[in-house]
Each structure stands twice: as structure tokens, then as C-alpha cells.
């Protein structure tokens, strides 16, 4: 089975969210509390912008994507620094 690159795009964009999630709880940067918000807006996204309609399901990989770029600000207090 061959995947195209928004499949690939959509399974880093996952996997980065929760490693990043586990990344924060357990290095303390991350509050149950606020877990669980990233938690319930993961699912609000997984849910329910695939039944807007049958051509928004691309949508959720940005959505996580996003979900993404804010948990690196929140546990990174900023940017990541690649050099």
C-alpha cells in the first residue's frame, strides 16, 4: 500500500501531538489540567470537522498540526532552535 504525502504529513502531525503531549506531562511543563484540554480539542477536531462535510477531513491534519505549534510554544516557552 502506497501512502502520498498528506497521509504521511497527517500520521507526523499525530504522532508529534502525542509525543509532545507525553513530553509535557512527564517533564512537568504540562498540568493535567491543561493535558486534558489538548486532549478534549484533539477530539473536537478528530470528531466533528470530518462531519462538516466529506471534503474537510484534510482539515484535521492542519488542525493537529496547529494543536502541534501551540504545545511546542506552551512546553518550549517559544520556538524550538534548530542550530
Known amino acids: 500500500m502506497m501512502a502520498g504525502s498528506p497521509v504521511v504529513a497527517g500520521v507526523?502531525?499525530?504522532l508529534a501531538f502525542?509525543?509532545?503531549?507525553?513530553?509535557?506531562?512527564?517533564?512537568?511543563?504540562?498540568r493535567a489540567k491543561v493535558a486534558l484540554l489538548f486532549v478534549a480539542l484533539w477530539l473536537a477536531g478528530y470528531m466533528e470537522i470530518p462531519s462538516i462535510s466529506p471534503f474537510a477531513i484534510p482539515v484535521v491534519t492542519s488542525f493537529v498540526a496547529i494543536l502541534d505549534i501551540v504545545l511546542v510554544f506552551v512546553i518550549y516557552k517559544g520556538d524550538v532552535r534548530l542550530t
Do not use: D, M, N, T
Not at 502525542?18 to 504540562?30: A, D, F, H, I, S
Open 12 to 14: 507526523i502531525a499525530q
Open 18 to 30: 502525542w509525543l509532545l503531549l507525553l513530553r509535557g506531562v512527564l517533564g512537568g511543563k504540562l
